[in-house]
DNA sequence: CAATGTTGTAAACAATTGTTTGAATATGAA
DNA sequence: TTCATATTCAAACAATTGTTTACAACATTG
């Protein structure tokens, strides 16, 4: 067939139109509209606008995790063999790799990096829900690593930081058609994903390096 | 009156609702009867939602601005004596203190930031280009400062990594409930606000003090 | 007091939302 | 073919949205 067939067109214009305006902006009739597929057809083949939602995500994040655990299989077995530890730099180094080959085939980094960040900001709870129970085992395999590599971090320094950079990654990237405009018009220098990546990494690096805070100050008691 | 009046009313429940699900996701009739007040009082005293949205963010920008300008004059003022350059720490210093102080008054630190991170994530278009258009001169004077703070870091670099430090912390302030919800079960600690400025201060300041990355790759050419 | 402008209120408005229905059409196996 | 199943489609559904209207209540001022 010429055209993909209805399920792959809706969820090719969902996940854009989601990107760009946020779930509860974006109409089924808008969808259906740009996929040009019939309204119902959403209903019909994903039950409601609240799975169509996680089909979207789970497109994503199927392949991510399958890739991302053979990475780190990989990591560790070739770890395992001189029985060093795995450096912090490599398990941010293997994520990093991961997260840019996963939606490279349909070139939308962009997207991904976006419906990220509205999976967090946004409301939808099932969502947040359906990401933590698909999802969450790979992330804790992959902090339990980051523990091994920063043995000198407390549990919840370690906890705090890597949301801290978290937030950085998702941030910045998820936002970064307004923060590329401004950049360019800026500093006429055009900056592209990997760019991003290559100033991330010492950032990133040093912030989860950082001295330990002062202990909290003690309110008289 | 024993009830503040309507105005008033109308604003604190609006913010609420709003930092715990969106702009889009809470609706007038949702506001006004939480409120207690008639569902035309929206229309009649702020003319229409966008404007409500907008009023709700001047109630918090207009003192921080205010507060901040102040505080940036102290700053210079104090510096041109000794003609010393204000240092990195004292200007983000200055900024996490200003943020702590508007909002105290009424106990909602992380409304203010829950706001904030709508500001950037959510679409909104009128919402950002009023931000920037009432505020965004503050912004200006800050990142100058900071410029002549951080002589070191060409101005592209500087330019992203204010961003990166500044996706931490809305991330993290603006996610905060449920993100201490797993720190805290996880954990078993609890974590104010102060604490958690007290652990983003080093990892911020390194972030920005963190060593220039690699020249971009060549391809050949 | 009367007049005037401000604020509060119930009801209706038109538009948009996600979802469902039932019939039409296409598809594929017997 | 014939039958059954899968898909598409236009239409309608009920619910919810922001906004407007017309009127009542109140306050303020002359």
Redesign the interface.
């Known amino acids: 067939m010429a055209q993909p067939d209805t399920v792959t067109r809706i969820l090719d214009t969902a996940e854009v139109l989601f990107a ?3 779930f ?2 974006t109409s089924l009739r808008n969808i259906t509209s740009k996929a040009k597929v019939n309204l119902a057809a959403v209903n019909y083949h994903f039950g409601s606008k609240k799975s169509l939602i996680q089909a979207v995500f789970s497109r994503y994040l199927d392949p991510f995790t399958t890739r991302f655990h053979a990475a780190l299989d990989d990591l560790e077995a070739r770890h395992r063999q001189d029985g060093s530890i795995i450096p912090l730099e490599e398990l941010l180094e293997t994520m990093a790799r991961t997260v840019l080959e996963v939606p490279a085939e349909r070139n939308s980094l962009k997207v991904f990096m976006r419906l990220l ?2 999976a ?4 939808q709870g099932h969502l ?1 829900r359906y990401i933590q129970e698909e999802y969450g085992s790979v992330f804790t395999r992959f902090t339990e690593l980051v523990r091994k590599a920063t043995p000198e971090l407390p ?3 370690r ?3 890597l ?10 990237l ?2 970064l058609d ?2 590329r405009d ?2 360019e018009q ?2 006429h ?1 055009h900056v592209s994903v990997r ?2 990546i ?10 989860m ?6 202990p ?1 100050v003690q309110e008289v008691s």
């Open positions: 760009e305006r946020g509860a902006e960040g509205l967090y900001s946004q409301a947040r549990d919840a320094e906890f705090w930081r949301h801290f950079v978290l937030g950085t990654v998702i941030f910045t998820s936002g307004a923060l401004i950049a800026d500093y220098e760019d991003l290559r100033r991330l990494r010492p950032v990133v690096v040093s912030a390096q950082a001295p330990l805070p002062e909290p």
